[in-house]
């Protein structure tokens, strides 16, 4: 079984796709990490992903689906989580190919409003000492501005200021929302409301997972 999840950034993909690995077995496969492994191990993939990067160019699809291609192949049975991945139709196409018609069993999309990703999104502060991480509304630190456990600074990542955010967003919508529609063509979508607990949200994916099952 491979499945697929989706979200705009502040949905909480990643969040999800832990518990669904810890609680479920899930092998979760995310092309960043995996490429990154690759070239550690200075793999024949991985030294030609290497062979771009170094003169500053983007690893191209082909190589990264050959990654992904061996990432597959290595779950030996176990049921795979899409991290990540695909970006853009043409990648979602792509992984089409590979996988063949019966290959993709769900593509979950975690629904937020923009609104809601952008206030999950900009109110994040981590500690500067310890790195503890806060939320000025669903987990704030007790003295404004300062960590509860060691005292010093918590500040706001720049990537996290709205008006990044906001640029984060954007191209999300451009790039990524247009392959819903392509897995809604293939009766493969199924949307979960992302703006639910933690625990709420799992519960409705797990539920909808059984039923695929
Ligand atoms: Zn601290």
């Known amino acids: 079984m491979i499945i697929i999840l989706t979200g705009a950034p502040g949905a909480g993909k990643g969040t999800q796709a832990d518990l669904l690995a810890d609680k479920l077995g899930f092998k979760k496969v995310s092309t960043g990490d995996a490429l990154r492994r690759h070239i550690k191990e200075g793999t024949a993939v991985g ?8 003169e500053g160019k983007l690893v191209p699809d082909e190589v990264l689906l050959g990654i992904l291609q061996s990432e597959l192949e290595s779950a030996q049975g176990k049921p795979v989580l899409l991290d990540g991945y695909p970006r853009n139709v043409a990648q979602a196409k792509a992984l089409q190919e590979i996988v063949g018609p019966q290959g993709i069993s769900g593509v979950f999309h975690l629904d937020l409003d923009k609104s809601l990703l952008v206030e999950r999104i900009s109110g994040r502060r981590t ?68 703006s639910q607990s933690t625990e709420k949200v799992y519960d409705s994916l797990a539920a909808q997972l059984r039923s695929l099952a």
């Open 47 to 54: 030294k030609r992903a290497q062979s771009y990067m170094s």
């Open 127 to 194: 500690c500067i000492n310890c790195g503890a991480s806060y939320h000025l509304l669903t987990s704030p630190t007790k003295v404004e501005g300062f960590c509860d456990r060691c005292g010093s600074e918590v500040v706001q990542r720049p990537d996290d200021h709205e008006d990044k955010v906001r640029v984060r967003l954007e191209v999300y919508s451009k790039e990524t929302s247009p392959i819903l529609d392509f897995y809604k063509d293939l009766g493969l979508y199924h949307c979960i409301d992302g």
